[in-house]
């Protein structure tokens, strides 16, 4: 009983820390919250400005190398063309990420049930992960009809494996004295599975998602590429070699500069859920003082 009051008591100091306002932190904690995006956003100011200077001083032509303000100005200008493809690769990205997260998190949880089926297919998962995709993707346009399908098939091959190798090193990972007393107490394996190893594998599959998320739009991107998927229904990459063609290099540093920041959004979306499964009981999330 005295084990069970002390555990509460630490829990609720744990939340009362958590529920602190701006105002009652220490000096250290607010000078660490404004550096936190002070220090990164400088970076990319002194960046740019730097190049831009590169820019100016050697008077390079914007066929070689445009000026940020060059790139701005053809992103806004050409922003109908790219806004179409930036939908089109985020959905692509979005679409294979889905189907990564459940085949890879339902195929975690089969393992997970039988050391069998893990023994007999998890190979074969690493094989299809340590294949360049690059070499894989002629081979799936061959038995595909549209190269859309093909690309998407490309960026769940790279989306996949995160997913499953993460979740099924969390679901593997639950303490073994509580995996005993469930047994002890006569507990089903798929009660096992519910109440201790799926929120134990919690951390390592949100870890999964964040890695995937970006792999499933290098993937996108890469098999794009590939593939050679041309028209109006294509991605960035297509805009990409166009632009190389036309040397519209302007519109080619656009390009990327929304791949990137695609990106960056899939980071930190993924993180902040993240941080919202997780803050209130996992260590990896509780901020303490110390």
């Known amino acids: 009983m005295a084990a069970e009051i002390t555990s509460n008591d630490s829990a609720a100091a744990v939340r009362q820390e958590e529920d602190l306002p701006i105002n009652t932190r220490t000096p250290a904690q607010r000078l660490e919250s404004i550096m936190r995006w002070v220090m990164p956003l400088s970076i990319g100011v002194l960046t740019i400005l730097g190049w831009d200077l590169i820019v100016r ?21 050409d922003w109908g063309t790219l806004s179409g493809s930036l939908w089109v690769t985020v959905k ?23 050391k069998w089926v893990e023994l007999s297919f998890f190979p074969y998962a690493v094989i299809l992960q340590v294949t360049p995709v690059v070499s894989i993707a002629p081979l799936i346009i061959i038995f595909v009809d549209t190269p859309i399908t093909a690309v998407l098939i490309c960026a769940w091959i790279v989306a996949f494996f995160p997913v499953l190798s993460n979740t099924t090193l969390g679901l593997n990972s639950a303490d073994h004295n509580l995996r005993n007393l469930f047994q002890l107490y006569g507990a089903t ?3 096992e599975l519910r109440f201790l190893r799926i929120p134990s594998a919690m951390p390592y599959f949100l870890g999964g998602l ?15 590429f590939v593939t050679g998927a041309a028209g109006a229904g294509t991605g960035l990459a297509f805009r ?4 190389g063609y036309r040397l519209n290099i302007p519109r080619m540093f656009a390009a990327l500069i929304l791949i990137s920041m695609t990106g960056i959004v899939i980071f930190l979306l993924f ?6 499964a997780l803050h209130k009981w996992h260590e990896s999330a509780i901020k303490r003082e110390n």
């Open 92 to 114: 692509i990205t979005c679409m294979a990420l889905a189907v990564a997260i459940i085949g890879g998190a339902s195929l975690a949880i089969l393992f997970s049930l039988s």
């Open 271 to 276: 993180t902040w859920i993240s941080h919202l």
């Open 240 to 243: 990409i070699l166009e632009s």
């Open 210 to 224: 964040r890695i995937a998320g970006g792999l499933s739009l290098i993937g996108a991107v890469v098999a794009e």
């Open 57 to 77: 001083i050697n008077d390079i032509p914007h066929y070689i190398l445009p000026g940020p303000g060059l790139v701005a100005e053809s992103l806004i200008r």
């Open 189 to 191: 394996r798929w009660q």
